[in-house]
């Protein structure tokens, strides 16, 4: 773990979520308690920065796992926060669609809230006496790992198994040891482990894996996700979830249209928090075979772009072990890759239920004879070296090549939507290439992923990796997974997007 990048990261999301919250200007209790809390740390972090830099944190494994904790606090802030905002937006009609957060109560999530600043403000007690005593001469600081896991068992295998000093277990590593605590006597599936790294961080960590057990033994906790449940399939609804679903109107109206109750979000966020505060109704009905996704790939959250949008959603249906089908549907990228098709194109997969030979998505892509006069594309996302980049540029020019030049993630975004025939056209004559920062400041903002959302934007290849999972840009799949929804298609009779078990 590298102590600068951690820190960094906490800092500008605390320093984020600080202004965010301030722009909101709510009166709410919660709120302001979680502002204050988040002015308290930046006090906090500030000084810490010139210490990691000359690697003087390096060695100060107390304040690493405070920091890592901080993390982690922060991203289930900014989501529950962002779950709020859109609550209220529906309470007071400032979203018009009708079926978005339809069963959210502001007041559930403002409770959560609430709980998040009261964690914060427990971390940074910690941290402080964690900094405290690392630089006064004589002490030395007893804060660990262990300090942020509440339960005895998980405590003990955690010490015992994985190691007191360790921040983050690698995720092969952390499933082998949990095999040997139990004894053989629970099966530990491999999709559980999605929920233990629920935000990508590569492995499990103290905090993650406290709030996984909670009260529980180890093996009650991983029991109540393996247990048979007996549901009668005929008292439960067909049920779709839909993220994002503001888009997609006519399709939405279309499934309610054959007996399907569609439940809508506009974020991520607000699809954890719905279904943490319905798990039994979730539960039940994807026992049933009954329940569906739907998300895009990449959208706009509370006016923040998020290139991992679709991912993000399989993590966390999967982590759960949750079997049920999720499409992504994200009509604005060139390509998708569809779960356990091998050697099928994507232009040839039609739906989830059903294959219509060699359906021609890409309409406008030339025959290979033809593809000769089809003149050399490059979207070029220029950064804060202008003259340099204009160099580039002409040159590029000056060799025939079309240029378009951009300024920021956002606006490549944009005019993918808007240019999404004559992009996948050029791509198809393999004459389409992109240039982009690693690294690129947007405004006054930093963005430290611009090369990696900018292939993001692109490609839906990670559906490759879950089972039951898939992509399309055609709406007719979309109708076509619908449809089988609705004929009582159940989802243990596929296995892939592309063909029956």
Not at 29 to 55: C, F, M, Q, W, Y
Not at 247 to 261: C, Q
Not at 277 to 299: C, G, K, M, T, Y
């Amino acid at each position: 773990m590298d102590p600068v990048s951690i820190l960094s990261t906490v800092l500008s999301s605390a320093i984020a979520i600080y202004r965010w919250v301030g722009d909101l200007k709510s009166k709410e209790n919660a709120i302001l308690d979680l502002k204050s809390s988040l002015s308290s740390l930046t006090l906090v972090l500030h000084p810490l920065r010139e210490k990691a830099a000359s690697g003087k944190l390096n060695s100060q494994v107390g304040i690493l796992a405070c920091l890592q904790d901080l993390s982690e606090c922060l991203t289930t802030a900014r989501e529950h926060l962002q779950t709020w905002q859109e609550s209220e937006a529906r309470k007071t009609g400032h979203i018009n669609f009708k079926r978005i957060l339809a069963f959210l109560d502001p007041s559930q999530v403002i409770g959560m809230v609430k709980e998040d600043a009261v964690r914060i403000n427990q971390t940074i007690t910690m941290l402080t006496l964690a900094v405290q005593l690392a630089w006064t001469p004589g002490l030395r600081s007893t804060t660990s790992s262990l300090d942020f896991i509440a339960n005895a068992e998980a405590k003990a295998f955690w010490r015992q198994m994985i190691g007191a000093d360790t921040l983050c277990c690698p995720m092969n590593v952390f499933s082998a040891a949990l095999s040997t605590w139990l004894g053989g006597t629970v099966t530990v599936p491999d999709n559980l482990l999605l929920q233990l790294d629920e935000q990508g961080f590569g492995g499990v960590t103290p905090s993650s894996f406290s709030r996984f057990v909670g009260s529980q033994s180890i093996a009650q906790a991983i029991a109540q996700y393996i247990k048979p449940i007996k549901i009668t399939e005929k008292t439960v609804d067909r049920v779709i979830i839909w993220v994002a679903a503001e888009n997609a109107r006519t399709n939405v109206e279309y499934a309610e249209s054959l007996g399907i109750k569609v439940i809508c979000f506009s974020s991520l966020a607000a699809v954890k928090s719905w279904m943490e505060l319905n798990h039994q109704f979730i539960l039940s009905v994807a026992i049933s075979h009954r329940l569906r996704f739907i998300s895009d790939s990449a959208r706009n959250e509370g006016g923040i772009f998020n290139p991992a949008a679709g991912e993000s959603l399989l993590r966390y249906i999967r982590g759960r072990l949750l079997p049920s089908p999720c499409l992504i549907f994200a009509p604005s990228v060139d390509t998708t890759t569809y779960a356990l098709a091998e050697g099928v194109r994507d232009v040839e997969w039609v739906g989830f239920n059903v294959r219509l030979g060699t359906v021609q998505v890409l309409a406008l892509v030339p025959s290979p004879q033809d593809q000769w006069f089809i003149r050399p594309l490059l979207i070029y996302i220029a950064g804060t070296r202008l003259d340099q980049d204009q160099v580039h540029i002409d040159y590029a020019s000056f060799l025939g090549i079309t240029v378009v030049s951009l300024f920021s993630t956002g606006e490549l975004k944009q005019y993918v939507l808007a240019n999404q025939d004559q992009l996948r056209c050029v791509a198809a004559a393999h004459r389409l290439r992109f240039i982009t920062q690693n690294v690129r400041l947007n405004g006054q903002i930093l963005d430290v992923q611009a090369g990696e959302d900018t292939v993001n934007i692109a490609t839906t290849g990670f559906v490759a990796f879950y089972e039951r999972a898939g992509s399309t840009t055609d709406t007719r799949v979309v109708r076509g997974y619908i449809e089988a929804l609705a004929a009582g298609v159940r989802d243990t009779e596929w296995v892939g997007f592309d063909r029956k078990s």
